[in-house]
């Protein structure tokens, strides 16, 4: 018990420069909505690292002297109850300001509510960057890196392997057709552009969400006789197309791009099975030395069972920005909160982040390299840390895209 309260109360001086006593007055409710049902293995590291930074600050004094209360609802990655849980959050518990670790779908419906209804909303998780350009909006904020960071870096690891050797070549894809799919892809499509790759986009692959048919997505397609495979895929369908693929012969000879590969969640499915070379992004969480990460990983560790994953990281910080947001405007004016969050810098275990104007999306760091088996385990091999405003699209860019969707909503 001493050693846990120790390293709490070494992080928790990342969200305060002053010790206090613990926080006793009436607490601040903040909501917080999930997938929770729908992607459990990518929710439980956010939730633990969620309810972590909670207790942090609680222990430390609290918002003024007042206790965080987290009130947490499951969307079960289904936009009409996302929407429904913010309605609850808002008009019964009296919240001023939401969290969201939701799929995508969902949380572009619950971005819509609060843009109606202007609460401020924070996504820690949701990968699709329409959210945050084509339907970005002053109410919502990002503490993650989307699919085009992700996408942009794995396939600039590539050219910088092959060089020259990449360009004019067959492309195929595969991904989920929900939002985070078609927002990847339309990313990847963009970054090769960018580059100048001269790519050809021979065929395209759209799976419902966990219900890939391995044998005839890989018929498809070997078929088509790519060069290149961008495969954007989560959880089980990942692991099918890998064992399909492996058995016949698929990612031989062919340049193998799949930006969520990397992830612990993915790694740890695949073991043994993790393919050798394939570009990607993940979270090296026992190889990151960065100090204030250390002391949080040792915090997490000591409290939870579960390995950090992915979003924990996100899910931390979103806190952290609620925290010192409610700590300079307030607990109870949505607007006031929303103009703070603009401003303000908070902290996180790789320093001092914030929001940035264009797209209200921090500078997060990722890690690129490929993937490999590291003693008989899942591993992300060769890495370095990238960080998210280093593979952003222009300012221009994404205020063109904000106002293409919003002419195409005028024509609706």
Known sequence: ?????????????????????????????????????????????????VRLAVDEINETGGING?????????????????????????????????????VSNATMAISGWAKQNHIPLINSCATADTIMWDNGHDYIFRTAAGSYMWVSAAIEEAVKQYGDKIKGKRWAVVAPSYESGRAAVKMAKYSAEKLGLNAEWVVEQWPALGKLEAGPTVAALQHAQPDVLFIYLFSSDLAKIVREGNKRGLFKDRIIISPIAGWPESLDMLGKETPSGWFTVGFPVDDIKDEGFVKFRQAYNARFKDRMKFYALSGYSAVQAVAKTLRQAGASDPVKIR??????????????????????????????????????????????????????????????????????????
């Open 1 to 49: 018990m001493a050693k846990l309260a120790g390293l709490v109360l070494g992080l928790a001086l990342l969200a305060s420069p002053v010790l206090a006593s613990p926080a006793t007055g009436e607490p601040i409710k903040i909501g917080d909505i999930t997938s929770y049902s729908k992607i459990t293995e990518y929710i439980v590291p956010y939730q633990n690292a």
């Open 66 to 102: 007042r206790p965080l209360d987290l009130i947490s609802i499951d969307s079960k990655g289904d936009p009409a109850a996302g929407v429904k849980a913010a309605e609850d959050l808002v008009a019964r518990e009296k919240v001023s300001v939401l969290l969201d670790c939701n």
């Open 339 to 412: 103009e703070a969050l603009e401003q303000l810098s908070f902290p996180t275990p790789f320093g001092e982040e914030s929001f940035r104007k264009v797209d209200h999306t921090t500078n997060a760091p990722f890690w690129v390299g490929m993937t490999g088996v590291k003693d008989g385990k899942g591993a992300l091999l060769n890495w370095h840390v990238e960080h998210v405003y280093d593979h952003s699209p222009p300012d221009a860019w994404i205020l063109e895209q904000r106002a293409k969707a919003a002419e195409g909503k005028k024509d609706e």
